[in-house]
């Protein structure tokens, strides 16, 4: 092999070397530009979030956490709840007993 066909040669394989690498380069833009934009993706979804889940997620528990005036109150409110119904069951109960004497 003469000294010019080995140069050709070398030459040769730079070049298919230089195609390969521009390729990867344009891979590597490629992967760039999707990993840009599952970047944006991920920072919309966390701001989301922030912004809706997380304040919903608050004021759920903010309805299940009661502070102890709140809880006296709502014992209060159903004890006088159940108290008005005892005593209209009582009513009932006695009218009925009435009413049944009342048809034999």
């Given at each position: 092999?003469?000294?010019e066909e080995f140069q050709s040669l070398v030459l040769q394989q730079l070049e298919k070397i230089?195609?390969?690498l521009d390729s990867l380069k344009?891979?590597?833009l490629h992967l760039a530009t999707r990993l840009?934009?599952?970047?944006n993706k991920v920072d919309r979804l966390e701001l989301r979030l922030e912004n809706e889940v997380i304040d919903k997620?608050?004021?759920l528990l903010d309805g299940?956490?009661?502070r102890g005036d709140q809880i006296e109150r709502l014992q209060?409110?159903?004890d006088e709840r159940l108290d008005s119904i005892e005593t209209?069951?009582?009513y009932l109960v006695a009218r009925v007993a009435r009413l049944e004497k009342l048809a034999k």
């Open positions: 092999m003469t000294n230089n195609k390969r344009e891979g590597q840009d934009n599952v970047d997620m608050r004021a299940f956490t009661l209060k409110h159903l209209d069951t009582r």
